[in-house]
């Protein structure tokens, strides 16, 4: 079980730091991720890190601006924000793969997700 937190109302340009709490413990030997949806879009790939945190993946609109990272002996993966821009305004979701340590940026390859937590960036 995956619970997100940290959303809330920020204006552009200040930073937020998502949390993602994992119950179980595999969580330190699978890969999870970061998605977000905005109302009438698809849901899309933001970051992802693998189990051990060694290798890190971003799609092209948080590249240099976010940053992932992971405590396993927390059972926690991380999203920091910075620079947030009125784009960045959206539904963002954390997940965790099945038995799978690698990351990946394809939703479909991630079994567990949290109930998500809303981030709005006001300009």
């Known amino acids: 079980q995956l619970q997100a937190s940290g959303g809330g109302l920020v204006q552009a340009g200040t930073s937020l730091t998502l949390s993602c709490a994992a119950s179980?413990?595999?969580?330190?030997?699978?890969?999870a991720g970061w998605f977000r949806q905005d109302p009438g879009k698809e849901r899309e790939f933001v970051a992802c890190?693998?189990?051990?945190?060694?290798?890190?993946d971003y799609s092209d609109p948080v590249k240099g601006r976010f940053i992932i990272s992971r405590d396993n002996a927390k059972n926690t993966v991380y999203l920091r924000m910075n620079s947030l821009k009125p784009e960045d305004t959206a539904v963002y979701y954390c997940a965790a793969r099945f038995y799978r340590g690698s990351c990946s940026a394809y939703d479909y390859d991630y079994r567990y997700w949290g109930q998500g937590t809303q981030v709005t960036v006001s300009s």
């Open positions: 179980g413990r595999t969580f330190s030997s699978v890969a």
């Open positions: 890190i693998s189990a051990r945190g060694d290798t890190k």
